[in-house]
């Protein structure tokens, strides 16, 4: 390894188990000698993510609810207690309910959709404002989005509406805060074998069309998605911002299905 974070430090926030997109971003900042915190949501999921991260040498894990803002000034003000400033935030957190992720968009209800929208796009704008107070040299912070933001995508429904929102947030936040010297970007994996993926009705027929369709006939790894992070967030990416990063393989440059899957 190249050393690429060493001397950086920032909170993972979304971290559920070893296959989540956030571990593989979280394993790969390590690797390259980031020093990182973890946030979580209820004990359940505290028991799943100590583990994980005494595995990369870390002991800072903060129990978060983005819903809640006394919860998260809490958890900033526990970064600023340890560390003082932050380098860099990975922001993996999105929710719907899964009852709503199969038939149509039209039947999506409104507290469903405040929900959905609330916790996977403003939760971005919430818990960003608060680490570029810990930013004073500037950093990185990034999100993670999906396709089904700007092509309709089986099953995806809320969701795209709520990624679609969060994508422009992230234009809009890499605006404000790059005179600050704080980057703002998205990265966009093609569907994973993930426990949030696995939410989404018709998750197992959708990876296999993208696999067989995709120019690199691949679906995208944890590494390949964790050293896409890894390079936005260390100084290689210093003059990066406000994009929406594609590691699917290169499905979303497609305007059909191969020939021989026509």
């Not at 409104?110 to 930013?135: G, H, K, P, Q, W």
């Not at 993926?197 to 120019?215: D, K, L, Q, V, Y």
Request: charged share 20%; hydrophobic share 45%.
């Amino acid at each position: 390894m190249a050393d690429l974070m060493k001397g950086k430090r920032g909170l993972v926030m979304g971290v559920a188990n070893d296959r989540s997109i956030a571990w593989g971003i979280a394993s790969a900042l390590a690797a390259e000698g980031a020093e990182l915190a973890f946030s979580y949501q209820g004990e359940a999921f505290g028991k799943r993510v100590e583990p994980l991260a005494a595995s990369v040498g870390s002991d800072f894990l903060v129990d978060v609810d983005v819903m809640d803002d006394t919860s998260l000034d809490g958890c900033f003000a526990q970064l600023k207690d340890r560390w003082g400033t932050i380098d860099f935030l990975v922001h993996a957190i999105a929710f719907s309910d899964k009852n709503e992720l199969t038939g149509r968009f039209i039947n999506t209800s409104r507290e469903n959709f405040r929900n959905s929208l609330t916790i996977s796009c403003y939760s971005f704008i919430d818990v960003s404002r608060r680490a570029a107070e810990l930013m004073p040299e500037g950093g990185t912070l990034l999100t993670l989005t999906f396709q089904g933001s700007n092509r309709v995508t089986p099953n995806y429904n809320v969701m795209g509406v709520a990624k679609a929102a969060l994508e422009s947030s992230v234009r809009y936040l890499a605006n404000d805060l790059g005179p600050q010297k704080i980057r703002v970007n998205a990265i966009s994996p093609g569907p994973m074998k993930t426990l949030a993926g696995a939410a989404i009705g018709g998750a197992r027929a959708t990876f296999r069309h993208t696999e067989s369709n995709a120019p690199l006939r691949s679906n995208a790894t944890l590494e390949a998605v964790g050293g896409t992070a890894v390079w936005l967030a260390s100084d290689y990416g210093a003059f990066t911002t406000g994009e929406v990063v594609h590691v699917d393989g290169g499905f979303h440059v497609l305007g059909m299905p191969q020939a021989e899957n026509l």
